[in-house]
């Protein structure tokens, strides 16, 4: 899980640049655009606006995803994202997932991160996230979710360098 400001992303070096770039762009069309879904400039790349509410971390369910990296910016109000790196290999489900999405039952060493306007929180696959949590009372929350597949990111996707 990565976590930043989007004012701040270029300065993250450890970022891939295609990721900055699609924040970016996604952050561009939920200022303009209804809830709903949106292809953008990457191949399988799409960004999704939803506007929700928080819960108690009780009431929500936890999340991964094999295929797609995720990446939560928060546009309005305030939320608490739980996640862990730990996972339960006992899932048989990991190895097929139609819809790329799971929802383990127990979660591990879980820790919270508390989102701003303008945060974002950055999920590879197979790592836990329970999005639109609270500890206080719920709250209406706008946001992107920009879906990167993960396989444009694999040694065999990249274009070799030789060298001369």
């Known amino acids: 899980m990565l976590y930043g400001n989007i ?5 993250l070096p450890y970022v891939n640049n295609i990721i900055k770039k699609l924040i970016i762009e996604a952050v561009k069309i939920a200022e303009d655009q209804p809830a709903g879904r949106y292809e953008l400039s990457f191949p399988e790349s799409f960004l999704m606006i939803s506007e929700g509410e928080t819960h108690s971390s009780l009431n929500r369910k936890a999340e991964l995803h094999k295929k797609y990296i995720d990446v939560q910016v928060l546009l309005s109000g305030y939320e608490e994202i739980g996640y862990s790196n ?3 290999t006992r899932i048989k489900e990991l190895e097929h997932l139609p819809d790329d999405i799971i929802f383990p039952e ?7 991160v508390t989102l701003n306007p303008g945060d974002f929180a ?4 197979n790592q836990i996230h329970r999005p639109l949590c609270t500890r206080g009372k719920p709250a209406p929350v706008k946001k992107a979710i920009v879906k ?14 030789t060298k001369e």
Do not use: G, R
């Open 7 to 11: 004012e701040q992303l270029t300065l």
């Open 148 to 161: 990167i597949p993960a396989t444009a990111f694999s040694e065999s996707s990249l274009p070799c360098q």
């Open 122 to 125: 950055l999920f590879y696959p």
């Open 106 to 112: 127990c979660v591990a060493n879980e820790q919270f």
């Open 86 to 88: 730990k996972i339960d």
